[in-house]
């Protein structure tokens, strides 16, 4: 059974700092990070894949870095310069191949493999 365990959430205020991590139970060649504010819908944040490929969404291009230790199976998200409008569940995922470059950055994407349970991010100003 697959499993993906994040963790690292926290409250911090903005222009903090937060890293989040994902233990994933197998070694996928795709992984992203995913967050869904109260009231909006699921959106893409960060994806990187085995050879250290990343991208990320324009709302967190400079601010977040997405990093995969693929002897541990474990994805991380450095967030810097956090702002109010980060607050956020945060999901891992493992994605498709083809999805990896930016298909998951797509409105209403919902084509992961498999996902965790979610670590919360508050940030306050």
């Known amino acids: 059974q697959v499993q993906l365990a994040e963790s690292g959430g926290g409250s911090v205020q903005a222009g903090g700092s937060l890293t989040l991590s994902c233990i994933a139970s197998?070694?996928?060649?795709?992984m992203a990070w995913f967050r869904q504010a109260p009231g909006k819908q699921r959106e893409g944040v960060a994806s990187?894949?085995?050879?250290?490929?990343?991208s990320y969404a324009d709302s967190v291009k400079g601010r977040f870095t997405v990093t995969k230790d693929n002897t541990k199976s474990t994805l991380y998200l450095q967030m810097n310069s956090l702002k109010v409008e980060d607050t956020a569940m945060y999901y891992c995922?493992?994605?498709?191949?083809?999805?990896?470059?930016?298909?998951?950055?797509?409105?209403?994407?919902?084509?992961?493999?498999?996902w965790g349970q979610g670590t919360q991010v508050t940030v306050s100003s």
């Open positions: 197998y070694r996928p060649y795709c």
């Open positions: 995922a493992t994605l498709r191949y083809m999805d990896c470059a930016d298909s998951y950055l797509r409105p209403y994407y919902n084509a992961a493999d498999h």
């Open positions: 990187i894949d085995n050879d250290g490929s990343a």
